[in-house]
């Protein structure tokens, strides 16, 4: 993925991705919810997946998760409910937590193929896919791995949290809109340097 090479990114990119860490942070500090039968809790930090990617674009959304998930594995307890280290990587919820810089990435790659621009159903289709489908499968696969059950066992439990996240799809489109109309710089550089690319 050499979208994520270090060298290329600025220190207004980093200061960004900063903030982006700060929010996941600040999202972890709503109570995760641990419906009846599902080994993996809600929470509202798939939202700031979906900002993340929404807002900064592809390599700085996806690093923001990596930041994330590394202050995670130190032992900051970041996630919600309170917890941190590498002991969560352990458990059912594994696949979600090494889906959120994938889910970023790939919301932040649709959101930049409309250019600079930031439209509401572009955002609708991107948060979609990458933030519910993409998440999804890594978090099937997680669940598969850990609990050691089939596809069925795995992904039917989570039929629960569609509404939610469809929530959540559409609150982060609106916020994301937002965002770019206050600061419409936000997907340029990464739309120029696309078209810029020697073929």
Not at 7 to 33: E, K, N, Q, Y
Not at 97 to 108: D, E, W
Not at 159 to 180: C, E, I, Q, S, W
Request: proline share 7%; glycine share 14%.
């Amino acid at each position: 993925m050499d979208d994520l090479r270090p060298h290329r990114f600025t220190s207004r990119d980093l200061a960004l991705v900063a903030v982006f860490v700060g929010i996941m942070a600040a999202l972890g500090l709503v109570p995760a919810l641990y419906p009846f039968g599902v080994a993996v809790p809600i929470t509202a930090q798939s939202l700031g997946v979906m900002l993340a990617g929404a807002v900064l674009g592809s390599r700085r959304g996806a690093l923001s998760m990596v930041v994330f998930l590394a202050l995670v594995a130190v032992g900051l307890p970041l996630l919600a409910g309170g917890v941190g280290g590498l002991g969560v990587f352990f458990t059912p919820r594994v696949g979600f937590l090494l889906g959120f810089p994938v889910a970023a990435y790939v919301v932040g790659r649709l959101t930049e193929s409309g250019g600079p621009s930031y439209t509401l159903p572009r955002g609708l289709l991107a948060n979609a896919v990458g933030g519910v489908v993409a998440l999804y499968l890594f978090g099937v696969a997680g669940i598969m791995a850990v609990g050691r059950v089939g596809i069925d066992a795995a992904a039917t439990p989570l039929l629960v949290y569609l509404p939610g996240d469809a929530v959540k799809v559409v609150v982060a489109a609106l916020v994301a809109r937002g965002v770019h109309a206050g600061y419409p710089g936000l997907l340029t550089r990464r739309s120029t340097e696309r078209q810029s690319t020697p073929v």
